[in-house]
């Protein structure tokens, strides 16, 4: 495999492949949703690449953040789960994860002895602060496009989200 980019867009190439099969109608739908998935590899690799000193994967990092916003450091874990809009046991993995390496910790909820709450400990408050100041330089300050064209992105698919159910 080249590492050179390929002289056309393989996007553009698969948009004329469709028309010239006949499905022309569909293929603005078809290169959006192809476009947004290989964006989505492109910037995944970058934020695995910030956050690999970290041993975290960006899942784990989203916890993190989340519980560092909480004002206690705490949540439970069903609240967690739907403000990360995941399964709650895509949570608890995460969860397991981040116990092992000593950067939340699951305590009893005091007033509620059937809820359980995850919690981050000051290694993790430590971590996912380095973390967040390295997403911050090496990702999120410069996306690879220009801030109008990025708050135009995601107003397109804030629309879609919404138009989903998403919220």
Same mark, same amino acid.
């Given at each position: 495999?080249?590492?050179?980019?390929?002289?056309?867009?393989?996007?553009?190439?698969?948009?004329?492949?469709?028309?010239?099969?006949?499905?022309?109608?569909?293929?603005?739908?078809? @290169?959006? %949703? +192809? #476009? &947004?998935?290989? $964006?989505?590899?492109? *910037?995944?690799?970058?934020?695995?690449?910030?956050?690999? /000193?970290?041993?975290?994967?960006?899942?784990?990092?989203?916890?993190?953040?989340?519980?560092?916003?909480?004002?206690?450091?705490?949540?439970?874990?069903?609240?967690?789960?739907?403000?990360?809009? @995941?399964? %709650? +046991? #895509? &949570?608890?993995? $995460?969860?397991?994860? *981040?116990?092992?390496?000593?950067?939340?910790?699951?305590? /009893?909820?005091?007033?509620?002895?059937?809820?359980?709450?995850?919690?981050?400990?000051?290694?993790?408050?430590?971590?996912?602060?380095?973390?967040?100041?390295?997403?911050?330089?090496?990702?999120?300050?410069?996306?690879?496009?220009?801030?109008?064209?990025?708050?135009? *992105?995601?107003?397109?698919?804030?629309?879609?989200?919404?138009?989903?159910?998403?919220?």
């Amino acid at each position: 495999m080249s590492s050179q980019p390929p002289e056309r867009d393989p996007i553009a190439l698969a948009r004329s492949n469709w028309e010239r099969a006949g499905w022309g109608g569909v293929a603005d739908g078809m @290169v959006a %949703v +192809t #476009s &947004v998935m290989r $964006a989505h590899q492109i *910037l995944l690799a970058r934020v695995e690449t910030a956050l690999r /000193p970290y041993a975290l994967s960006f899942s784990r990092y989203e916890l993190l953040r989340l519980l560092a916003f909480s004002s206690s450091g705490a949540l439970p874990i069903t609240k967690a789960s739907d403000q990360l809009q @995941v399964h %709650v +046991t #895509s &949570v608890t993995h $995460a969860i397991r994860r *981040l116990e092992g390496d000593g950067l939340v910790e699951r305590i /009893p909820h005091p007033t509620d002895g059937r809820t359980t709450l995850v919690r981050l400990t000051v290694i993790g408050r430590s971590t996912v602060e380095d973390a967040t100041a390295t997403l911050n330089d090496e990702v999120f300050a410069d996306i690879g496009m220009s801030a109008a064209e990025s708050s135009a *992105l995601a107003a397109a698919i804030e629309t879609l989200r919404r138009g989903a159910g998403d919220f």
